[in-house]
Every structure is written in C-alpha cells, then in structure tokens.
C-alpha cells in the first residue's frame, strides 16, 4: 500500500478507542443480561467485533502488525435473534442429504412396497432410481428413513434443523408453493446440526490414543524380550533371590560381611 493511502496515526489511535468503547459496552450488556439469548449482548458482541476488526485492518496498514484476536466469521453462529420472546407459534425445518449407495438395494425395497399395494398403483415406479425415492418417501416418515436409511440403499451425509419462531402461525397453504424462502434466520430459536466434519476432531483423539496404546504394547513386548534373554543367559539366576555360587560353590555374599556388637 502506498503512502497516501494509508491510514493516519490519528485513525489507528481513534480505532483503538473505539475497540475500548465497544468492550466496555459488551461488558455491560454482558452483565445486564435477562438470559441466555438476550439480543443486547448479541449487538454488542457484533459492534466489538467490527470494532475489532477495523482496528485490527489499520493497525496493519499503517503499521504492518496484527492484534492477537481471531473474529469468527457470519458463517460460524447464528445472527442475533429479533423473534417474539414468548413465541405462540414455530415452524421446524428439517433438511437430511443422502447418497444412493446401492440403487439396486433401494429399488428392491421400492418392489417390496408395490407388492404389498393392494391397489397396485405405480406399478413401474420401483424400476427406476426416482420413481423408487417417490415410493419409499410415500410410504415411510422421514423418521423412519433415517433410522433404517442403510436398508433403503441410502448412505447419511449432513444434517441440520431449525426451530423458528413465529408470532402466530400461518394460515392454510399459505406458504405451499415455496416453503422455505422466507426463513429469517434472526427468528431461530435453536439449531442441531450433524456433519462428518465435527468427527474429524473425535476421530484425531481416537488415533492419538491408539498409538499411545500401540506404544505400550511395544514397550511390553519389548521387556517380554529381556525377560526371556535374561532366562536364556542364566536359567538359574537370581529369580529366586538366592545368589550365584562362587567358584568353591559357596554362596556368593550380597555386600560386605554383617559383624555382631
């Protein structure tokens, strides 16, 4: 960056007082809290993080150094919630991604619920991949489906729902024809989200721990392999706490001779 367009002395300093503001004000809200989820706090978290931010932008411009903090992203928590505090409605919203793993599996089990249709409607829908979905999706909750996805050929990937709150709820078929573009996401109450990638973690402390264990089988191997040598080089030796003869075949004496009073 060039000299003329970076930031004055005056600008990183006003930043910094800023930042001292936006904490004091985070602080407060922090302490006047009426719950867990009071708005007031989030709106200060957000005003000392964009505080921070800025501060952290001009301090390297004008002066190539960086501050110790790590701002989370929008992507890593939900926006403050603006919804009823006593909400007399909800709305959940459940999305669960799948790979067909194994078509045919899935297809078998779409003949299985033609045969049992007494009504024999859809007779061709289980020959393909879709009309087997259409079949399956019909017929079992999506409870149901998730809890015996294995069966239906069906392999989990992510997995996420939102409880949203609503003043009041909607009115029949209003929101039909397109159910999930007016999601505010400052209207939800709580997420649960499921993903490989919050494994990934789990899975380092599993190997971590295996290879402490493999380490110690080693070691105890390792010292099996003594014992045996040390049996091998002198099967009689002083495992019986009895010492070796000498070369007259008296016992050896352990340290100097004991002398009474």
Known sequence: MSDAAQPTAAEVRAAAEAVKT????HLAAVERRSGEDDPAVYDAFNQLAAAA????????????????????????????????????????????????????????QARRVEAADEEGE???????????????????????????????????????????????????GEWLEAPFEQVDPQRVVCRFDVSAVFDDEFDDDLDADDEDLDADEEDLAA??????TDLETDPEGDLDGEPDPDEDGEPARLGADRRGP
Do not use: N
């Open 22 to 25: 936006a904490l004091d004000r």
């Open 53 to 108: 931010e800025a501060y952290d932008e001009l301090l390297y411009d004008r002066y190539d150094e960086v501050t110790p903090f790590e701002i989370p992203g929008a992507d890593d928590s939900l926006p403050p919630y603006t919804g009823p505090e006593e909400p007399s409605a909800l709305s959940v919203l459940i999305r669960r991604d799948y790979a067909v793993a194994e078509p045919q599996r899935l297809m078998a």
């Open 122 to 172: 859809g007779a061709a829908a289980s020959g393909t991949v879709h009309g087997a979905l259409g079949l399956l999706f019909g017929e079992f909750e999506p409870d149901e489906i998730a809890s015996r996805h294995k069966e239906f050929g069906l392999e989990e990937g992510d997995s996420t729902l939102w409880v949203t709150a609503a003043e009041e709820t909607a009115e029949p």
């Open 223 to 228: 010292d099996e392999e003594d014992l045996d």
